[in-house]
């Protein structure tokens, strides 16, 4: 049996990913929106773009402004929005699962060094986190009263071909291309790091195991900007030179070391192997290689 697969957000970094993979598997029959097609901040455009969705159906909602983009009260509203919509439609069609991109974020600031885990304390310091922790609370109470699968998945930073170049890991990339990479503060700062095709490959599994549950989808390997720059290095055909310059003032307190407990994600995921930094970043560079 063919599954169903609906992607909200399809035009954006992670739902474009999702669609051109699904697609290309004839086991699954994929249909993607953006927001011009199915704008979820309008009841009425999300219930006559979705009016056929059946209970064998699945839902992957990529949508919201990223933090990137806008993190701004008004972004927030709108996401929170978003996930009050869906709530809404999910209240009157019943789905098979619904699948939600949420983001460590939620976590906010935490002590450098302590493990990240699903049971760690929920406290955002950002509009950006906020919204994505009100909607998983829309979401988890939806779909605990319709009796819908919910997976909920925690991502910290993903990079991969078609991220236009926002990615730290990108960043870097695109940089030692030029010959120059610019390190602010001493680069010690560390942080764990999600290849999109990883991203894929862990929600085919998630849709045809059905699981229910939330997440934090992280390697649970946290490199260094030294070590990103060090390990571009070894991909890039040219030589390039880092410089370090202070941050800049003012600027938002960051957490020194962000490590993430994988201990959940391996008791449902028990044999995934996730990308290292290495083979994505020699990935992004082959693609771009191809692209040029």
């Given at each position: ?15 474009s990913y999702l669609m051109k993979n699904f697609s290309a598997d004839r086991t699954y029959d994929v249909k993607g929106y953006s927001s011009k097609e199915c704008d979820l901040l309008s009841s009425d455009s999300m219930n006559k773009a979705l009016s056929y969705v059946t ?238």
């Open positions: 049996m063919v599954k169903k697969i609906i992607i909200l957000g399809a035009s954006g970094f992670i739902g209970s064998d159906d699945v839902i992957i909602m990529a949508s919201s402004i990223t933090r990137q983009k806008d993190d701004s009260f008004e972004s927030m509203i709108k996401n929170i929005k978003m996930a009050e919509n869906v709530s809404r439609f999910l209240g009157e069609h019943k789905i098979a699962q619904l699948i939600f991109i949420s983001s460590v974020d939620v976590y906010g600031s935490v002590e450098t060094g302590v493990q990240i885990s699903e049971s760690s304390a929920l406290s955002p310091n950002t509009y950006y986190g906020i919204s994505k922790l009100s909607s998983e609370f829309i979401l988890k109470n939806c779909c605990s009263k319709n009796k819908i699968p919910l997976l909920i998945l925690r991502f910290p930073g993903i990079y991969g071909p078609d991220d236009k170049g926002k990615s730290t890991v990108a960043q870097f990339v695109n940089s030692a291309i030029k010959g120059k990479v610019t390190i602010f503060g001493d680069g010690k700062d560390k942080r764990d790091f999600v290849y999109v095709d990883d991203v894929y490959r862990l929600i085919k599994i998630a849709i045809d195991k059905e699981v229910s549950a939330t997440l934090n989808v992280a390697t649970g390997k946290s490199y260094s900007l030294i070590e990103i720059a060090e390990t571009i290095k070894l991909c890039v055909s040219n030589d390039f030179i880092v410089k370090y310059k202070p941050k800049e003032k003012g600027g938002a307190k960051r957490v020194k070391e962000l490590v993430y407990d994988t201990g959940l994600l391996n008791k449902f995921f028990p044999n995934f192997k996730f990308t290292t930094l290495k083979q994505g970043i020699s990935l992004y560079i082959e693609r771009l290689n191809l692209m040029g």
